[in-house]
């Protein structure tokens, strides 16, 4: 019987062993993850994550400004919002609701004076993270943090960073709204195979923006002037992971959301390890964009990297 055993775990590693000369793309992906380790991916990963965060917190004060001046553009809303926020607290509590929105729309000048400055800092701060991170895998050295240079570039990929995020949502929700319209004057919008087809459409569309911001992100924030060609193998294959995993963080978000802690403890776990893993596949890209181009291990002469 141990015989048996270990005569088939002996042929299971030499068919774990072969599978690099069987299959390419699985040696591939060996020597990726052996670069992206040896590059101190994960450490990398957890900044850009950890940058993320920083960076969410005054993109909510926006939110939040924004929010003030619609109730104080819409004085009939405050009334709709007080009635549901007295349902949704604790009784004692009620008596705050209010004062607290009050508070809120007095508050909405300053809230978003400082949300937009904030916004600013930590969207270069969280811009530099990701362009060190992303440079690290192929081995380059950080810029100097007071550099001129160092600013204008990060303003420069940040503002176009945004540009493109933005026009692709605006390009994506008037194109829905076109559809949907059209659908509705041919009396087409209720069909199963339509809301199927508009669902499909859906994730192409993102399939492509994910493309195409990943093709920037690695052909152009390490400085190196990588063609778009070199990069479009790898941003293909991070948009589909950045899809996949999209899909899969809400369908957990909904199926904790079903009580009061998994809502709150369950909604926030998912969301930290949603941006742990794509800040990983991101890292992952550039290793296999990196060593690609020939970048190899940190310690390695020209002639271990091409074995």
């Known amino acids: ?20 000369q069987r299959h390419p ?26 940058a993320t965060v920083l960076a969410a917190v005054p993109l909510l004060m926006i939110l939040f400004s924004g929010a003030a001046y619609v109730l104080w553009w819409r004085a009939s809303l405050v009334t709709d919002l007080e009635t549901w926020l007295l349902g949704a607290v604790p ?38 993270v990701v362009r060190e991170a992303v440079s690290a895998m192929w081995g380059l050295p950080p810029l100097l943090p ?15 960073l945004v ?11 008037a194109s829905s ?22 669902v499909l459409g859906g994730a192409l569309s993102g399939l ?28 293909a294959a991070g948009a589909l992971a950045f899809e996949v995993l999209t899909v899969a963080t809400t369908v957990t978000v909904g199926a904790a959301s079903s009580t009061v802690s998994g809502a709150l403890f369950g909604t926030v776990l998912t969301g930290l390890v949603f941006l742990f893993a ?8 550039a290793a296999w964009t990196a060593l690609s181009a020939g970048a190899g291990l940190p310690g390695q002469t020209l002639g271990e990297q091409a074995e």
């Open 177 to 198: 709204a076109l559809i949907g319209s059209a659908l509705d004057l041919f009396g087409l919008a209720d069909a199963p195979v339509v809301r199927w087809l508009l």
């Open 25 to 50: 793309w699985v040696e591939r992906c060996r020597r990726t993850m052996r670069h992206y380790y040896a590059h101190r991916g994960n450490h990398l990963a957890l900044a850009v994550a950890f």
């Open 208 to 235: 492509a923006i994910n493309w195409v911001a990943l093709m920037w992100v690695l052909a152009r924030l390490p400085g190196l002037g990588t063609p778009y060609r070199a990069v479009a193998g790898p941003a």
């Open 1 to 20: 019987m141990s015989t048996s055993i270990g005569d088939r775990a002996a042929a299971l590693r030499a068919w774990v062993a072969e599978l690099p």
């Open 91 to 128: 009784r004692s509590m009620r008596e705050l609701v209010r004062p607290a929105i009050d508070t809120a729309i007095g508050q909405r000048v300053p809230v978003g004076s400082i949300g937009m400055l904030a916004t600013l800092w930590a969207g270069m701060t969280w811009m530099s």
């Open 163 to 173: 540009t493109a995020a933005l026009s692709s949502f605006v390009l994506v929700a």
């Open 146 to 160: 007071a550099s001129p240079r160092r600013v204008l570039r990060d303003l420069r990929a940040l503002l176009l």
């Open 278 to 285: 794509t800040s990983r596949i991101l890292l992952m890209l």
